[in-house]
T-cell receptor, first 110, second 113 residues
Framework: GQSLEQPSEVTAVEGAIVQINCTYQ??????LSWYQQHDGGAPTFLSY????GLEETGRFSSFLSRSDSYGYLLLQELQMKDSASYFC???????????FGSGTRLSIRP | NAGVMQNPRHLVRRRGQEARLRCSPM?????VYWYRQLPEEGLKFMVY????????ESGMPKERFSAEFPKEGPSILRIQQVVRGDSAAYFC???????????FGQGTRLTVV
């Protein structure tokens, strides 16, 4: 089976840095993706890590450690518009489907 | 290039009626995924289809739910004899190839009254 665990809620201050962790258990693993979803909106793709290490895209970075079955999403210089739910996701053992974690709701305070 | 199009955006059905949700993938995409999301919860995988084929339906309820992706036209998620528990947002995503980044539609919010 597959499961991805992430914290349900995180609160941070505008301008700060926040890290959202994700641990996974999969029978097969191709890589870890991150998606952002605003209330009432569609999930949008943020990043993908196939290999160990850090991938940086502007204010967002994503990290993967395959040996630890662990990854995280790092958001820097937080803005109020970053308030959203963030999902880690992984493909199935045959890459036949994308399985999502239950999501982390990020709340940002001024 | 239009994104993934889902319609209707909102759908209200009475208990016992049928709901038909449509998804047109991005141009050039032949892989379609359907997900269900309850309020304050994550996205639950339902079914993965390629043109004319169901590849993985391990997340589909055994009864009342069916999906298709015909050679021509959109993918359809069909829910027969809807019940209150079917109320949720249903998202469709598409990708060009298996394992590629998936692009999501805006979802259909089904309310069963």
């Amino acid at each position: 089976g597959q499961s991805l665990e992430q914290p349900s809620e995180v609160t941070a201050v505008e301008g700060a840095i926040v890290q959202i962790n994700c641990t996974y258990q999969t029978s097969g693993f191709y890589g870890l993706s991150w998606y952002q979803q605003h209330d009432g909106g569609a999930p949008t793709f943020l990043s993908y890590n196939a290999l160990d290490g850090l991938e940086e895209t502007g204010r967002f970075s994503s990290f993967l450690s395959r040996s630890d079955s662990y990854g995280y999403l790092l958001l820097q210089e937080l803005q109020m518009k970053d308030s959203a739910s963030y999902f880690c996701a992984s493909e199935g053992s045959s890459a036949s489907k994308i399985i999502f974690g239950s999501g982390t709701r990020l709340s940002i305070r001024p | 290039n239009a994104g993934v199009m889902q319609n209707p955006r909102h759908l209200v059905r009475r208990r016992g009626q049928e709901a038909r949700l449509r998804c047109s993938p991005m141009k050039g995409h032949s892989h379609v995924y359907w997900y269900r999301q309850l309020p304050e919860e994550g996205l639950k995988f339902m079914v993965y289809l390629q043109k004319e084929n169901i590849i993985d339906e391990s997340g589909m309820p055994k009864e009342r739910f069916s999906a298709e992706f015909p050679k021509e036209g959109p993918s359809i998620l069909r829910i027969q004899q809807v019940v209150r528990g079917d109320s949720a947002a249903y998202f469709c995503a598409s990708s060009e190839r298996q394992g590629d980044e998936a692009f999501f539609g805006q979802g259909t919010r089904l309310t069963v009254v």
